[in-house]
């Protein structure tokens, strides 16, 4: 498989070509695996993550992936047309392992030929892995914990993805630094990509140089040209700093709230504001314990599409990374894959110069 070749910068060319040279060698096996030009995978954004986006990212030299989130069958069957109409490259499919009509999803998959799907939310069951790969397609499983890796990997997944805290979106408890010590010395059966807070390559080489396979990105691509999201929403990437983007809080161990990280906004304070009166309605006795969880749940209910689609950066829900403070303009999305890759070389170089 030929390799992208970014121009490269002012200085020895020689050098260059060694040093990119090295890179490709370090995720050679998450090349392969993707079957991409750079083992850089698209992270799944429901809402952002569309065709136009996956198509982008794969054109580019990376590896695009379908957020399907909670669309049906026949909404995934005409978003996977229209990325294969956009672009020949490979690209997945990210499926959420709760959907009540997963099976039917991944028949879809299986249909359309894709080669790559990928299990988040959850565990998934042996029947459903099964089913994937039986259709021909490679099973890509998020693993928030060493053990659930080593799990995921009996009951056959090809990959794993290992994304760490500082993501955006729901999120884990651990952060990447800790996670990628825990889990990439210890799985070699299948390639691990690491995810959470990456938007430097040279960040994504000394992951890799500690075994990682590739990486996943999501909030720079969602802030580039190519993404459909609003523009307000974009912009505020731009503006935010790492420290705003912070996870939501939860206010009492009896109503638990799925952590996810987005920037702090009015929606984000409202959120507190509404979880302290229905904790006051449920202790008054207005509300049922089961009633009041839900009426929790439901508070960001269409938020995400609210702040993506029609740019209500103050009332929904900005979902981010804290790589976010790294995303000073919009770009477009090969420009991006191009910074990524000579920053990771010219880390390479300057070793290299030191050595010699």
Not at 84 to 97: E, R
Not at 122 to 138: E, F, Q, W
């Amino acid at each position: 498989m030929d390799s992208i070749q970014a121009a490269p910068p002012p200085g020895d060319p020689q050098a260059f070509a060694n040093a990119r040279a090295k890179l490709d060698r370090l995720w050679a096996r998450g090349r392969a695996f993707l079957g991409s030009d750079l083992a850089i995978m698209g992270g799944a954004m429901s809402w952002v993550s569309e065709h136009t986006l996956v198509a982008a990212i794969s054109n580019a030299g990376g590896f695009g992936v379908i957020a399907c989130g909670s669309m049906g069958p026949d909404l995934l069957e005409r978003e996977i047309a229209a990325t294969q109409a956009m672009t020949a490259k490979p690209f997945g499919v990210n499926l959420i392992t709760m959907h009540p009509q997963l099976d039917d999803l991944i028949q879809v998959c299986v249909r359309a030929g894709i080669g790559h799907v990928v299990l988040a939310g959850g565990v998934p069951s042996g029947s459903a892995m099964r089913a994937i790969k039986d259709g021909g397609a490679r099973v890509v499983g998020f693993a928030p914990a060493l053990v659930l890796g080593k799990r995921l990997v009996k009951l056959g997944a090809d990959a794993l993805v290992i994304e760490g805290s500082e993501a955006g979106g729901h999120i884990g408890p651990v952060s990447l630094t800790v996670l990628a010590q825990e889990v990439l010395p210890h799985i070699r059966d299948v390639p691990v990509f690491v995810a959470g807070g990456l938007g430097r390559g040279d960040a994504i080489l000394g992951l890799l140089e500690m075994g990682a396979s590739g990486a996943q990105l999501g909030t720079r691509f969602a802030a580039s040209t190519e993404s459909v999201a609003h523009e307000r929403f974009k912009q505020a990437f731009v503006r935010a700093s790492a420290r705003d983007a912070l996870p939501s809080v939860q206010l009492d161990d009896r109503f638990p709230v799925i952590p996810v990280r987005g920037l702090v906004n009015d929606g984000t304070r409202r959120f507190l504001v509404h979880q302290a009166e229905t904790l006051r309605r449920f202790q008054a006795g207005e509300l049922t314990k089961e009633a009041a969880q839900l009426d929790i749940e439901h508070f960001w209910a269409g938020s995400l599409r609210r702040a993506v689609v029609d740019g209500d950066i103050e009332g929904g829900s900005v979902m981010a990374g804290q790589s976010v403070g790294m995303v000073t303009k919009i770009q477009p999305i090969r420009e991006i894959l191009d910074e990524l890759v000579e920053q990771a070389v010219r880390t390479l170089m300057q070793r290299d110069a030191l050595v010699s």
